[in-house]
């Protein structure tokens, strides 16, 4: 169905960073709009998730050019679903800037450049067309990058020239596969491109083309030999713009691999045991480097790389259920990712350091935000009825299914690597009796903030829990939504005859 | 480079490149040109004059900060895409006016949406280079 509305997202994001641009100057008149209109553009998404599951996928021709040859905008489940979790954290990333980020960051543009980043990804998400998608990730590449060095401090600065230079190589990379898939077919829509890619008799060509979209996508969303930049850069900016990245931006590169990898190149079984493969090793190796470190966030960041791992394992196994299970993950992750490094930075604002082996008591000082925080931290786990559990029960399920032990094996080791990665934090941070930490002069520390603002950085981060709460104890409703995505990402009829018309009449 | 004959040049260079620049955003439409390039030439255009007689004497002449030429531009440029959007039509669908403008030709939503570029251009240029010059 051809609607032309279901580009509202992204518009609506743009306007936002427009309408903030005009007030440069005035720090407070940017934060209550950007809260606001993130408001809105939450009500937009809704609205967007709704429509496209009771009528089916929505598409728009950017410029009225027909399909195969213009830029088309689609809305499946999937894309609604990713541009809703957007959001959601949008939307709690904001209201956790305005408590948070220091005025000097405000004033050179924090937050148009927020919103900008927010456009992007919602342009990544619900375009269809690949040349298109390079363009939105370019968008979000390098609003990311004005976001982690704004700023400029010392280690900040080292940590954006290896994200910066690794996001370029991925670009060039994805760039170069376009370019040989637009030799190889001479088309850039995805639809399209599911159609001709198939026929194509040269497969060697067309496999070393899909490896390269895998390298691509594989170093933005920091899978096993690629991953390195991520710890290294994620825990450097201040904490509202490490949750925007750690909950948003790797997703972007899965999901992108989720859409690429189900619509345009299917695996093959050379691709499915690379990706298992790497998969595997990239949950083994961000699980065992989260427990060696010290830094609260560079935990966060080695568990982010380890999940990665969970979710390419979904498109490893490759089958419905896996998928349904990579999906109702991606759910779970944004937002406790996100709720994750919020919780972080409260940390820091109260005690004046990230360093695990000095914090300590902080169950004792403060139970109540202890008890709000342990929320995300065990959802991250997945102690049963919590979120991070039922994904993994899919994971298993068919890896039993189809003799994939070695993925399980790796899973479940995962698991356990994170539960223990997580009783340490809680252990040391919230259990250990800590001495008392020397005052910061250069630190604002939460109890000398203003109330508006201490509600502020607490609000969000209650509104993530219970999310993630909702999404643990009514998965119902969760599975319900993942199958209806998982089906679509195994049969993409549906999406391919939304955008070219019935495919009957398509093939000769 | 503060010698007569620059600085003599440049009071003539500036109109001149300035027409010049919008001579070639109106062509862009179906010719080589449009909002990107004329931009770039208008911007250079206030660099030169720039760098003949200094900084303070540009930015006398622009009165205002140039960084605010980006905000106008994007709002032009995004009110332009959307405005089929109110018809029903999809977003960035070319509207035309009915009749052709004298010495313009005909004009569309597409030429707004190249104005808004022209502008953002200048903006995001002039505020590199003044920034720029000012840290030297």
Redesign the interface.
């Known amino acids: 169905m051809?609607n032309?509305?279901i580009?509202l997202p992204i518009?609506f994001q743009?306007?936002t960073?427009?309408l903030l641009?005009?007030f440069?100057t005035q720090k407070n008149i940017q934060k209550a709009i950007s809260v606001a209109l993130s408001v809105v553009t939450l009500g937009i998404s809704v609205w967007l998730m709704t429509i496209v599951l009771k009528n089916g996928i929505y598409v728009?021709?950017?410029?009225?050019w027909e399909a195969p040859f213009g830029i088309t905008?689609i809305a499946d489940p999937l894309s609604a679903l990713m541009v809703l979790l957007t959001s959601i954290a949008g939307l709690a990333v904001s209201i956790f800037s305005v408590g948070s980020v220091r005025n000097a960051r405000v004033r050179f543009g924090y937050f148009p450049i927020f919103h900008f980043l927010l456009m992007g990804l919602n342009g990544a998400f619900l375009t269809g067309d690949i040349f298109n998608l390079y363009v939105w990730f370019e968008i979000i590449i390098i609003s990311s990058f004005v976001l982690i060095t704004l700023g400029g401090e010392k280690a900040q600065i080292e940590g954006s020239i290896k994200y910066v230079t690794m996001n370029l190589l991925a670009s060039a990379i994805f760039l170069t596969a376009i370019a040989i898939l637009y030799g190889l077919v001479g088309s850039l829509n995805m639809a399209d491109l599911s159609l001709k890619v198939a026929k194509l008799e040269n497969r060697g060509l067309v496999n070393v083309t899909a490896i390269l979209f895998f390298v691509g996508f594989g170093i933005k969303s920091a899978v096993f030999p690629l991953h390195f930049w991520l710890p290294a850069s994620y825990h450097t900016p201040p904490t509202a713009i490490s949750a925007i990245f750690g909950g948003l931006l790797t997703k972007v590169g899965v999901y992108a691999l989720l859409r690429v990898f189900t619509l345009i190149f299917v695996p093959d079984e050379f691709m499915v045991s690379l990706i298992s493969w790497v998969a595997g090793l990239t949950i083994l190796t961000g699980c065992i480097g989260a427990l060696i470190q010290n830094n609260i966030r560079k935990v966060f960041s080695y568990l982010i790389v380890g999940h990665i791992g969970y979710m390419i394992a979904g498109l490893g196994m490759f089958t419905e259920a896996a998928l349904i299970g990579t999906v109702f993950y991606l759910i779970h992750d944004i937002i406790v990712k996100t709720n994750l490094f919020m919780v972080s930075g409260l940390i820091f604002k109260i005690k004046g350091t990230f360093s695990m082996r000095n914090l300590g008591g902080f169950y004792k000082e403060y139970p109540k935000l202890s008890l709000l925080m342990a929320i995300p931290i065990f959802s991250l786990v997945g102690i049963p009825p919590l979120s991070g559990f039922w994904a993994k029960l899919f994971w298993v399920e068919s890896g039993f299914e189809i003799g994939n032990f070695m993925l399980v094996a790796f899973i479940i080791s995962g698991s356990f690597l994170t539960l223990f990665v997580m009783a340490k934090l809680w252990s040391e941070v919230f259990w250990k009796d800590g001495d008392k930490l020397p005052k910061k002069i250069n630190v604002k520390y939460f109890w000398e903030l203003k109330p508006i603002k201490r509600v502020a950085m607490v609000f969000p981060i209650v509104f993530l829990s219970l999310i993630s709460l909702y999404i643990g104890l009514g998965a119902d409703h969760i599975i319900q939504l993942s199958t209806i995505i998982g089906k679509q990402l195994m049969d993409t009829t549906p999406y391919i005859e939304a955008v070219l018309g019935p495919i009957t009449e398509l093939q000769p | 480079m503060k010698t007569i004959i620059f600085k003599t040049a440049s009071s003539y260079l500036l109109p001149l490149l300035l027409l010049f620049a919008i001579f070639i955003l109106l062509r862009g439409h179906y010719l080589p040109g449009g909002g990107f390039v004329g931009g770039l030439i208008a911007a250079i255009a206030f660099v030169i004059h720039s760098f003949a007689n200094g900084i303070e004497k540009t930015r006398g002449i622009i009165k205002f900060h140039p960084g605010f030429l980006m905000p106008i531009g994007l709002s032009l440029a995004l009110l332009a895409a959307i405005t089929p959007l109110f018809t029903g039509g999809a977003l960035m669908t070319g509207l035309w006016f009915e009749n052709p403008v004298p010495v313009i030709g005909m004009v569309g939503s597409a030429l707004f949406f190249d104005i808004g570029v022209f502008l953002v251009v200048i903006g995001v240029v002039l505020t590199i280079i003044f920034t720029i010059s000012e840290t030297i």
């Open positions: 051809s032309p509305y580009i518009i743009l306007f960073a427009i641009m005009f440069w728009t021709q950017a410029g009225s905008f």
